[in-house]
Structures are given as structure tokens and as C-alpha cells.
Nanobody, 128 residues
Framework: QVQLVESGGGLVQAGGSLRLSCVASGRTFSWYAMGWFRQAPGKEREFVAAIGRNGDSTNYADSVKGRFTISRDNAKNTVYLQMNSLSPADTAVYYC?????????????????????WGQGTQVTLSS
């Protein structure tokens, strides 16, 4: 019932920017927190960023803090990840996800265990 569709990935030059989008359907979008995760070749999935239902309670991995910005447009059922100053270390498949339960401030949005539904992923590749 719940589907997440990601877009915006691609090949980008080091130092460049990309804006990822994730459109959700099948639930009341504004009730739930959203997160972005990524998985690079040979590595496990890791947390990137998360956002609460009202656009507050944002969280960022240390590796992307100051470069990436997560935002949401509840009217469009969409969450975004603006990625600036990209480097080869950012090359990965990026996934969006939404929580099992409606958002509570007590949720640790950096934890994979908080998320139930996942998008198909979008590839981000950095070139030199």
C-alpha cells in the first residue's frame, strides 16, 4: 500500500550538486517522519538524514552535515535531499524511507529500525 518513488540521481562531477526527490503514496504523508539512507559498494546501508513531520527534528550524519539538506513538502507528499559539494565518497545508492508508526519526538530517526517502507533507490555517481 505504501510506496516510495525516488528520482534525481545520476552522474555528477566532484564538487557539484544534486537534488533527490522521493514521492510517497498510500498513507497520510504528514503523519510520518522520513529518512534518507545510502549504500556504497562493499558497505552496509548507512544513515544520511531524517526529518520530522513538521520539518523540524532534522538529523544528519556527520559525514554530510553542512553539505546536505533534507526538506519536505507535505502538500506534494515529497521529501527532498539537496546535496552540495559532492565528493567521490558520496557515491552510493540512495534510499528514502518512512517510519512504521506516526512520528513521535522520542523516535531516534537515525536508526534503521524506525523505518518500515523503503524506496527502490537512486544511484548517485561522482566523476573526477
Amino acid at each position: 500500500q505504501v510506496q516510495l518513488v525516488e528520482s534525481g540521481g545520476g552522474l555528477v562531477q566532484a564538487g557539484g550538486s544534486l537534488r533527490l526527490s522521493c514521492v510517497a503514496s498510500g498513507r497520510t504523508f504528514s503523519w510520518y517522519a522520513m529518512g534518507w539512507f545510502r549504500q556504497a559498494p562493499g558497505k552496509e546501508r548507512e544513515f544520511v538524514a531524517a526529518i520530522g513531520r513538521n520539518g523540524d527534528s532534522t538529523n544528519y550524519a556527520d559525514s554530510v552535515k553542512g553539505r546536505f539538506t533534507i526538506s519536505r513538502d507535505n502538500a506534494k507528499n515529497t521529501v527532498y535531499l539537496q546535496m552540495n559539494s559532492l565528493s567521490p565518497a558520496d557515491t552510493a545508492v540512495y534510499y528514502c524511507a518512512t517510519t512504521l508508526s506516526p512520528y513521535l519526538t522520542s523516535m531516534d530517526l537515525t536508526s534503521v529500525s524506525q523505518y518500515r517502507y523503503w524506496g527502490q533507490g537512486t544511484q548517485v555517481t561522482l566523476s573526477s
